[in-house]
């Protein structure tokens, strides 16, 4: 099944906020560390890497959602990108959420 690209205005503060699937219990992320990559589609070259991502809890008690932010997108490219996320836990266990993809548009006020 392909997803809808998610629109983003280049310009603006990217903030975006992931549901951690109900299948895993609240608090089950507390020891794993997110770290996020925003990638222009498909190109896993260096010259496809955009922006790493701060990730943190919206409520780190609950870990149920997950923030996805970056300040500074004036320079980001034009077109769709994508993202994920890898959670490692303190112990070396990897789990990784689905793709999410966006499209970048161009900004009009300057």
Known sequence: MT?????????STFSFGMAI???LPAGYLKSYTP?????KARNDLPSG???K????WADPST?????????LTEKWPVGLAEM????????????RSTVVSFIIQRGITK
Do not use: M, N, Y
């Not at 997803?3 to 310009?11: A, L, M, V, W």
């Not at 770290?35 to 990638?39: D, E, M, W």
């Not at 836990?89 to 789990?95: A, C, F, Q, W, Y």
């Open 53 to 56: 991502l701060d990730c943190f």
């Open 35 to 39: 770290v996020a990559h925003l990638r």
């Open 3 to 11: 997803q809808t690209p998610h629109p983003f205005s280049r310009g």
């Open 84 to 95: 994920d996320v890898l959670f490692r836990s303190d112990s070396g266990h990897v789990l």
């Open 49 to 51: 890497f955009i922006a």
């Open 63 to 71: 870990t149920r959602v997950l923030v996805l932010h970056h300040a």
């Open 21 to 23: 699937p109900e299948q």
